[in-house]
C-alpha cells in the first residue's frame, strides 16, 4: 500500500471557510497536515489570512485551535499574544512562546497570575526560553505576592547572580534544587553548604542519595562550586563528585592539606579516570601528586555485597612509583581501611607486593568466603586461581556464589583475553550448579569489557546458554543476565567484524528469547547489515519453516528486515496466515520496526486485518502518526468488540492511550472515540478492568458524568479521577458532592477536586473547601483530603479555615493529624501552639507533629519548635512514656537550633521521677553524644551533682533512686566515648562516681579516655596515673573481656608508647591492660612487628600469672 498523500496547496477559494479548510486537509495524517497547514498559512496573502483567521476564531474550539495554528506558523506574534490571554489557548500558546519572541508584558502578566498553574507553565517557558532578564526583573514581586516557595520555581529561570541573591530567602523543593544546579551551581553549593553547618540538613526533607546527586551535578558544572563544597561540607562529596573535582587537582589538594582529619581519604569513584582528569592529575609535580594520592582513595560501595564485581585499581596510584605505592597501601592497611577502599588500591601495586600483602590480608581474614574471595581477587591470576577454585569446590553454596564471580573478576583485572576465555571455559560447574551460583556468575560475565568477551570461545556460549535454559531452577533474573552477556557478546563481535561469530550468538540469543520464564519485550541486537545479512544467511530452510524459531531472529534483527527481502516476506507471511494469534502480533510488530516504511507497513496490515491495532507497535504507530487510519479501525471494533487474526473472540477493545494524543486526531475522531470508550464504560457484560480503563480514557465531560453517576465503583471512581483532566472548573460542585460520598469514589473525586484547584484563581479555592472541611457528617477521609488541600494552599484564607476546622468538637483524629502538619509550620504562634499541645498525646497527631524532619518547620521557627519540643518534655507524666521517647529522639535532631534549651530538658528527664527507664536514658545517651559541646557538658554535670547530693539523702528509697541513675548516666558516658568527649568529660565525672562509690563506672570512664588521649597525640599523664590506682589494688574494677571502647580508627602504632609504659610499670594491673592491647592489636595485624616483640617481652613479666597469660598469647609455636 503507498504512503499517506501529500498535499499540494490547492487554489483558494473567495472567502476562505472553514469548511473548505476540512475538506482539503482533514483527509491527511497528522504530521501531514500539519506540515501542509504550516506551508499553507505562510502561502496565504494578508487579507486572506486575515479573514481565514476571523472566521476560524468564531468556531468551535479546534477550529480556534487552528487559528492558533497558522498564527504560529505566520509568525503572528499579536495573535499569539491575544492567546496567551485565552484559557483555551493558553497552553498552546505558550510552547509557541517558547521560540517566539511574544511581547515581554504579555509573559509577565501570566507570570504574575492569580491561578497557580497558570503562574507554573509561565516559569517553565521562561527558562525553556532563556528569558533571564525578564525572570529576574519579576522575582521580588512574585516573592511578595506569593510567597517564596513560588519564588523558589521561578528561579529557575533567573541568572546566576539573582539566583544566588535570592536563594536564602526561599525554600526551594529537591526539584527546584536539582534543575538550579545545572543552571546556577555556585548559589546551590551556598546553599548546600549552609545547610550542613547550621545542623538542619544540606537539603531538608531529602534522602542522601538525592543530596548526593545533587553535589554531583554541582561539581560537574563548575569546579569552583564543588570545591566550595569540599572545604565546607566534605561529608557532602560522592566518589562521583570527586573525581568531577580532580579537573583542579591542586586546589583539591590545597583544600585536603587544610583539613584537621588529616586521615581521612577523599574517596574517588572506581574506575578509570576521565580524560580530561588525567591529562590534570599529571600536570601535578611529583611530590604533589603523591600527597594527591595519599589523600585521596578509589571507593568501590558494593565491595561487601553479592553482585557484580567491577573490578579495577586506584587511578591515582597507578600513576605513581613502585615504592610510594607500596608505602601508601601499608599506611592504609595498618590504618584499618575497609575493604571497598583497600581492594583497588591493592590491586594498584606490583606484582611481587600484591602477592605479598594480599596474602597478609588473606591470613587475617581467616575462612570467611566473602573476604578470602575479595582479597584474592587482587591477586595476579596463578596466584588466585588456586585459592578461588578451591572456594568454588566446598560443599557449602555460599562459597560457590563468591567463589566463581570473583574468579571471573580476577580473569578480568588480569586483562589477558586468552587468560579470561580459558576462565571462563573451565567454569562449567558454575552452570550446572544451583540457580543462585549460576546467576552471580552470569552477572560477572555480562558486564565484562567488550575486547574479553569476544575471546571466549563459541562452544562456552552454547553450552551456558543450554544449560541455563534446561535447567528448571533458572529464574527470569539469570536468564536476564544470560540474555544480556550473549547481547554484549553479539555487539562486540559485530563491531570487530566477526560477523560469523555475531550470527552465532544471536541464533543462542532465540533460546533465551523464547523461554517462558522470560520477562519484558523484545529488543533489537544492534548489528550492523552485514552482520544481519550473515546471521539470516545462516538459517537453514528447516529453520525457516518453523515460526517459533525464526521469530525471535526476527525480533533481534528488526531493523534491518527491509534490507533482507527473503526474511522480510517471510516475516510478513507469519503475521498474515499463522494460525497463532500472538505468533502473528509478535510478526506484525517485528515487521513495521523497520523506520523508513513503519507508516506505509502499518497501513498494510490494518488493511489486511484491522485487528492488528491491538499489536502496542501496530497502534502506537496509528494513533501518533497515521491518523487518516483510525476512522477505520473504530468502525472495524463494532458493537460486538475488535476481532481478527490477533483476537479470534470478539471482545470489548478499550486501548490505553496516552490522553495527550487525541489532541492528535480530528473531532470526528475524538468524538468517536468518546462515544466507543463510553459505550465500553457502560456495558454490563465488558470485564471490569476493560471497563475502567475505558472510563479512565474518556475526556468528555457529559459521558464522564453520567458514569460518575451510574456506574460500578471501579467504573466510576475511574470517571471522577477523569474529570479532573478535563479542567473544568465548573465541574467542581459535582466532584465535590461525590468527594461526601467517601469510599473509592470520594477518594477519585477529591482526587480531580485538588488538580482542579490549581485551575482557581487563588482565595476561590478556599471558599469550596471549607464547607467541607468543617462538615462533621461528611466522610473522614474526604476531609482528610480537604485538609491536605487546605495545606498545600499557601495564605491567611487557607490557614483560618484549617484552624477552624481544628476547633470543630468532636474532630476526627485522623483528620486532625492532617492538618497538623501544616499547623506545624506556624509554630511560632501561640494560638498554634496551644492547640497542638491540647491534642499532641493522641497518637495519630503525635506522629506528625513530633517528627525529625528538618523540613516540617520553616527555618526561622526552629528554635520556636525546639522551645516547644522541651516544654513538652517538662510536662510529660507517667502515662505519656511513648510521648516522652519521641519527644527525646526529637530533640535531639532539633538541638541545633536552640541548644541550651534541648540540652537542658533532656538533662530534665534524669531528675524527673515520673520518666522511666527507656525515657531518661535515652534522653542521657542523647546528652553524652554532644558531651564535647560546653552546653551539654554543663547541665550533663549539673544533672551528676545534683544525684551525687541526692546519694546522701536520708531517705533509703531516694538514695538507691539516685544511685541507680547515676549508674546509668555513666554506662551511657562509657557506651559512646569517642561521642562525648571522654578528655573533656573524664576528670570531673571519675570525681563524682568515685564519690558515689561507682569504682567501676569510674574506671571504665577513664580507660576509655586514656585511649583517647593516646590516639589524640596527648600522652595524658595524670590521668593513666588516676586510672592505674583505681585498679592495682582491685583490678576486677576494669573487666576487659567485655571491652568496646577502643577501636582501632587509626595506625595502631599510636597505641606503642602506651602499652611500652603500661608494661614498666610492672604492676599486675598495668599488665593486664597492656597484655589486652597488645592481643588485640595483634590479632588485628596478623601478629606483625612490634606486637609479636611486645607479647614476648610481656612473658618476662613480674607478675607469675601475667607471664603465663603472655604466654598463652599470640601465634601457637611449633613444637
Given at each position: 500500500m503507498a504512503g499517506p498523500r501529500t498535499h499540494q496547496t490547492p487554489p483558494q477559494p473567495e472567502p476562505l471557510t472553514p469548511a473548505w479548510l476540512t475538506a482539503h486537509f482533514d483527509a491527511l495524517p497528522f504530521p501531514a497536515r500539519s506540515s501542509a497547514l504550516a506551508r499553507y498559512a505562510r502561502a496565504l496573502a494578508p487579507d486572506a489570512y486575515a479573514a481565514l483567521k476571523r472566521a476560524l476564531d468564531a468556531g468551535d474550539p479546534d477550529q480556534r485551535h487552528t487559528a492558533l495554528f497558522l498564527a504560529v506558523a505566520r509568525r503572528d506574534l499579536e495573535a499569539v499574544a491575544a492567546a496567551l490571554a485565552d484559557p483555551l489557548l493558553r497552553r498552546r500558546a505558550l510552547s509557541a512562546a517558547i521560540r517566539l519572541p511574544v511581547p515581554e508584558q504579555a509573559l509577565a502578566e501570566l507570570a504574575l497570575s492569580e491561578v497557580r498553574a497558570v503562574r507554573q507553565e509561565t516559569y517553565r517557558v521562561l527558562r525553556l526560553s532563556r528569558r533571564t532578564d525578564l525572570a529576574d526583573s519579576l522575582v521580588a514581586r512574585v516573592h511578595e505576592r506569593h510567597g517564596c516557595q513560588e519564588a523558589a520555581y521561578l528561579l529557575t529561570a533567573c541568572s546566576p547572580p539573582t539566583v544566588a541573591q535570592w536563594l536564602p530567602a526561599c525554600e526551594p523543593p529537591s526539584g527546584v534544587l536539582g534543575t538550579l544546579a545545572r543552571t546556577a551551581p555556585m548559589a546551590v553549593a551556598e546553599h548546600l553548604a549552609h545547610g550542613h553547618a547550621s545542623g538542619r540538613g544540606a537539603q531538608p526533607g531529602s534522602s542522601p542519595r538525592a543530596t548526593r546527586h545533587l553535589t554531583e551535578a554541582v561539581a560537574e558544572r563548575d569546579p569552583a562550586a564543588g570545591l566550595l563544597l569540599l572545604e565546607r561540607a566534605p561529608e557532602l562529596i560522592s566518589p562521583r563528585a570527586a573525581v568531577s573535582l580532580l579537573r583542579r587537582p591542586a586546589d583539591v589538594l590545597d583544600i585536603l592539606r587544610r583539613r584537621t582529619a588529616a586521615d581521612e581519604c577523599l574517596r574517588l569513584a572506581a574506575g578509570p579516570l576521565p580524560r580530561a582528569v588525567l591529562r590534570a592529575v599529571r600536570t601535578l609535580p611529583p611530590d604533589d601528586l603523591v600527597e594527591l594520592a595519599t589523600r585521596c582513595c578509589a571507593y568501590r560501595p558494593r565491595a561487601h555485597r553479592l553482585g557484580r564485581q567491577g573490578p579495577t585499581r586506584d587511578p591515582l596510584l597507578v600513576l605513581l612509583p613502585r615504592g610510594e605505592r607500596r608505602r601508601i597501601v601499608e599506611a592504609r592497611i595498618n590504618g584499618r581501611t575497609g575493604l571497598p577502599t583497600l581492594q583497588p588500591s591493592l590491586a594498584a601495586l606490583a606484582t611481587e607486593d600484591r602477592i605479598e600483602l594480599v596474602a597478609a590480608q588473606l591470613r587475617r581474614a581467616g575462612e570467611s568466603p566473602r573476604s578470602v574471595t575479595r582479597y584474592a581477587v587482587a591477586l595476579p591470576l596463578d596466584h588466585a586461581e588456586p585459592i578461588l577454585r578451591e572456594?568454588?569446590?566446598?560443599?557449602?553454596?555460599?562459597?560457590?556464589?563468591?567463589?566463581?564471580?570473583?574468579?571471573?573478576?580476577?580473569?578480568?583485572?588480569?586483562?589477558?583475553?586468552?587468560?579470561?576465555?580459558?576462565?571462563?571455559?573451565?567454569?562449567?560447574?558454575?552452570?550446572?550448579?544451583?540457580?543462585?551460583?549460576?546467576?552471580?556468575?552470569?552477572?560477572?560475565?555480562?558486564?565484562?569489557?567488550?575486547?574479553?568477551?569476544?575471546?571466549?570461545?563459541?562452544?562456552?556460549?552454547?553450552?551456558?546458554?543450554?544449560?541455563?535454559?534446561?535447567?528448571?531452577?533458572?529464574?527470569?533474573?539469570?536468564?536476564?543476565?544470560?540474555?544480556?552477556?550473549?547481547?554484549?557478546?553479539?555487539?562486540?563481535?559485530?563491531?570487530?567484524?566477526?560477523?560469523?561469530?555475531?550470527?552465532?550468538?544471536?541464533?543462542?540469543?532465540?533460546?533465551?528469547?523464547?523461554?517462558?520464564?522470560?520477562?519484558?519485550?523484545?529488543?533489537?541486537?544492534?548489528?550492523?547489515?552485514?552482520?544481519?545479512?550473515?546471521?539470516?544467511?545462516?538459517?537453514?530452510?528447516?529453520?525457516?519453516?518453523?515460526?517459533?524459531?525464526?521469530?525471535?531472529?526476527?525480533?533481534?534483527?528488526?531493523?534491518?528486515?527491509?534490507?533482507?527481502?527473503?526474511?522480510?516476506?517471510?516475516?510478513?507471511?507469519?503475521?498474515?496466515?499463522?494460525?497463532?494469534?500472538?505468533?502473528?502480533?509478535?510478526?506484525?510488530?517485528?515487521?513495521?520496526?523497520?523506520?523508513?516504511?513503519?507508516?506505509?507497513?502499518?497501513?498494510?496490515?490494518?488493511?489486511?486485518?484491522?485487528?492488528?491495532?491491538?499489536?502496542?507497535?501496530?497502534?502506537?504507530?496509528?494513533?501518533?502518526?497515521?491518523?487518516?487510519?483510525?476512522?477505520?479501525?473504530?468502525?472495524?471494533?463494532?458493537?460486538?468488540?475488535?476481532?481478527?487474526?490477533?483476537?479470534?473472540?470478539?471482545?470489548?477493545?478499550?486501548?490505553?492511550?496516552?490522553?495527550?494524543?487525541?489532541?492528535?486526531?480530528?473531532?470526528?475522531?475524538?468524538?468517536?472515540?468518546?462515544?466507543?470508550?463510553?459505550?465500553?464504560a457502560a456495558d454490563t457484560w465488558a470485564p471490569v478492568r476493560t471497563r475502567t480503563d475505558a472510563a479512565a480514557a474518556l475526556r468528555d465531560p457529559d459521558l464522564l458524568l453520567a458514569l460518575a453517576d451510574e456506574a460500578p465503583q471501579p467504573v466510576s471512581a475511574a470517571a471522577l479521577g477523569a474529570l479532573g483532566e478535563t479542567g473544568r472548573t465548573d465541574l467542581l460542585p459535582v466532584l465535590l458532592r461525590h468527594a461526601g460520598t467517601g469510599g473509592a469514589r470520594g477518594r477519585a473525586a477529591m482526587a480531580s477536586v485538588r488538580r482542579l484547584l490549581d485551575t482557581l484563581p487563588d482565595g476561590e479555592p478556599v471558599a469550596l473547601l471549607a464547607p467541607l472541611l468543617l462538615e462533621p457528617t461528611a466522610p473522614v477521609g474526604t476531609r482528610k483530603e480537604v485538609a491536605r488541600a487546605l495545606g498545600a494552599i499557601r495564605g491567611g484564607q487557607a490557614f483560618a479555615a484549617l484552624l477552624a476546622g481544628w476547633d470543630l468538637p468532636r474532630q476526627h483524629r485522623d483528620v486532625r493529624a492532617a492538618m497538623a502538619g501544616t499547623l506545624l509550620r506556624a509554630i511560632d504562634d501561640e494560638d498554634v501552639v496551644q492547640r497542638l499541645w491540647d491534642?499532641?498525646?493522641?497518637?495519630?497527631?503525635?506522629?506528625?507533629?513530633?517528627?525529625?524532619?528538618?523540613?516540617?518547620?520553616?527555618?526561622?521557627?526552629?528554635?520556636?519548635?525546639?522551645?516547644?519540643?522541651?516544654?513538652?518534655?517538662?510536662?510529660?507524666?507517667?502515662?505519656?512514656?511513648?510521648?516522652?521517647?519521641?519527644?527525646?529522639?526529637?530533640?535531639?535532631?532539633?538541638?541545633?537550633?536552640?541548644?541550651?534549651?534541648?540540652?537542658?530538658?533532656?538533662?530534665?528527664?534524669?531528675?524527673?521521677?515520673?520518666?522511666?527507664?527507656?525515657?531518661?536514658?535515652?534522653?542521657?545517651?542523647?546528652?553524652?553524644?554532644?558531651?564535647?559541646?560546653?552546653?551539654?557538658?554543663?547541665?550533663?554535670?549539673?544533672?551528676?551533682?545534683?544525684?551525687?547530693?541526692?546519694?546522701?539523702?536520708?531517705?533509703?528509697?531516694?538514695?538507691?533512686?539516685?544511685?541507680?541513675?547515676?549508674?546509668?548516666?555513666?554506662?551511657?558516658?562509657?557506651?559512646?566515648?569517642?561521642?562525648?568527649?571522654?578528655?573533656?568529660?573524664?576528670?570531673?565525672?571519675?570525681?563524682?562516681?568515685?564519690?558515689?562509690?561507682?569504682?567501676?563506672?569510674?574506671?571504665?570512664?577513664?580507660?576509655?579516655?586514656?585511649?583517647?588521649?593516646?590516639?589524640?597525640?596527648?600522652?595524658?599523664?595524670?590521668?593513666?596515673?588516676?586510672?592505674?590506682?583505681?585498679?592495682?589494688?582491685?583490678?576486677?574494677?576494669?573487666?576487659?573481656?567485655?571491652?568496646?571502647?577502643?577501636?582501632?580508627?587509626?595506625?595502631?602504632?599510636?597505641?606503642?608508647?602506651?602499652?611500652?609504659?603500661?608494661?614498666?610499670?610492672?604492676?599486675?594491673?598495668a599488665g593486664r591492660c597492656a597484655l589486652h592491647l597488645v592481643n588485640r592489636i595483634g590479632h588485628t595485624t596478623s601478629w606483625q612487628e612490634p606486637w609479636l616483640g611486645e607479647a614476648e617481652a610481656l612473658r618476662a613479666h613480674p607478675d607469675p600469672d601475667m607471664a603465663l597469660a603472655a604466654l598463652l598469647t599470640g601465634p601457637a609455636p611449633k613444637p
Open positions: 572456594q568454588a569446590e566446598q560443599h557449602r553454596v555460599h562459597h560457590r556464589i563468591h567463589a566463581w564471580p570473583a574468579l571471573l573478576a580476577c580473569a578480568e583485572l588480569h586483562g589477558d583475553p586468552q587468560e579470561y576465555a580459558r576462565i571462563v571455559a573451565s567454569c562449567e560447574r558454575a552452570w550446572h550448579d544451583q540457580n543462585d551460583v549460576r546467576r552471580f556468575a552470569l552477572e560477572q560475565l555480562a558486564g565484562a569489557p567488550p575486547r574479553l568477551l569476544t575471546a571466549v570461545a563459541e562452544g562456552v556460549l552454547r553450552d551456558a546458554t543450554l544449560t541455563t535454559v534446561q535447567s528448571r531452577d533458572t529464574t527470569e533474573r539469570t536468564l536476564a543476565a544470560l540474555e544480556c552477556w550473549l547481547r554484549r557478546t553479539a555487539e562486540a563481535a559485530a563491531v570487530r567484524g566477526e560477523n560469523a561469530r555475531a550470527a552465532y550468538t544471536a541464533r543462542l540469543l532465540c533460546d533465551v528469547l523464547n523461554d517462558p520464564r522470560r520477562t519484558g519485550g523484545p529488543v533489537p541486537l544492534r548489528l550492523n547489515t552485514e552482520a544481519a545479512r550473515e546471521t539470516w544467511s545462516a538459517v537453514t530452510d528447516e529453520q525457516r519453516s518453523r515460526a517459533e524459531y525464526f521469530m525471535p531472529l526476527a525480533e533481534l534483527l528488526a531493523p534491518h528486515l527491509a534490507e533482507l527481502p527473503a526474511f522480510d516476506a517471510l516475516v510478513r507471511c507469519t503475521a498474515e496466515e499463522h494460525a497463532d494469534p500472538d505468533m502473528a502480533a509478535r510478526a506484525a510488530a517485528a515487521w513495521i520496526a523497520p523506520a523508513g516504511s513503519r507508516e506505509s507497513r502499518c497501513a498494510e496490515l490494518l488493511r489486511l486485518d484491522p485487528s492488528f491495532a491491538d499489536v502496542p507497535a501496530v497502534l502506537h504507530t496509528l494513533v501518533e502518526r497515521r491518523t487518516d487510519l483510525l476512522d477505520g479501525a473504530l468502525a472495524a471494533a463494532g458493537e460486538e468488540g475488535l476481532r481478527g487474526r490477533t483476537r479470534p473472540r470478539p471482545t470489548p477493545w478499550a486501548p490505553r492511550i496516552r490522553p495527550g494524543t487525541t489532541g492528535r486526531w480530528l473531532p470526528s475522531q475524538r468524538r468517536a472515540w468518546y462515544a466507543k470508550a463510553a459505550g465500553i491534642h499532641v498525646r493522641e497518637p495519630a497527631v503525635r506522629d506528625v507533629v513530633i517528627t525529625a524532619r528538618s523540613d516540617a518547620v520553616p527555618r526561622e521557627a526552629h528554635a520556636a519548635y525546639t522551645r516547644f519540643l522541651a516544654n513538652l518534655l517538662d510536662v510529660c507524666g507517667e502515662d505519656d512514656e511513648e510521648l516522652a521517647r519521641a519527644v527525646c529522639s526529637a530533640l535531639h535532631s532539633w538541638s541545633a537550633a536552640d541548644r541550651k534549651t534541648a540540652y537542658t530538658a533532656l538533662a530534665a528527664t534524669v531528675l524527673a521521677p515520673v520518666h522511666s527507664d527507656c525515657v531518661w536514658t535515652l534522653g542521657v545517651a542523647h546528652l553524652v553524644r554532644q558531651g564535647g559541646d560546653e552546653r551539654a557538658s554543663g547541665p550533663l554535670l549539673e544533672v551528676l551533682r545534683t544525684l551525687l547530693a541526692r546519694t546522701r539523702d536520708e531517705k533509703p528509697h531516694t538514695r538507691a533512686w539516685a544511685l541507680r541513675r547515676l549508674d546509668g548516666c555513666a554506662a551511657a558516658l562509657c557506651r559512646f566515648p569517642a561521642a562525648s568527649d571522654p578528655l573533656t568529660l573524664a576528670d570531673p565525672v571519675a570525681e563524682i562516681l568515685e564519690e558515689a562509690g561507682l569504682f567501676a563506672r569510674s574506671a571504665r570512664l577513664l580507660w576509655a579516655a586514656a585511649l583517647a588521649s593516646v590516639r589524640n597525640g596527648d600522652p595524658a599523664p595524670a590521668l593513666r596515673e588516676r586510672l592505674l590506682r583505681l585498679i592495682e589494688d582491685r583490678p576486677e574494677r576494669l573487666p576487659l573481656d567485655d571491652d568496646h571502647t577502643f577501636a582501632l580508627d587509626n595506625d595502631p602504632g599510636a597505641l606503642l608508647g602506651f602499652v611500652r609504659w603500661l608494661r614498666e610499670r610492672g604492676t599486675p594491673a
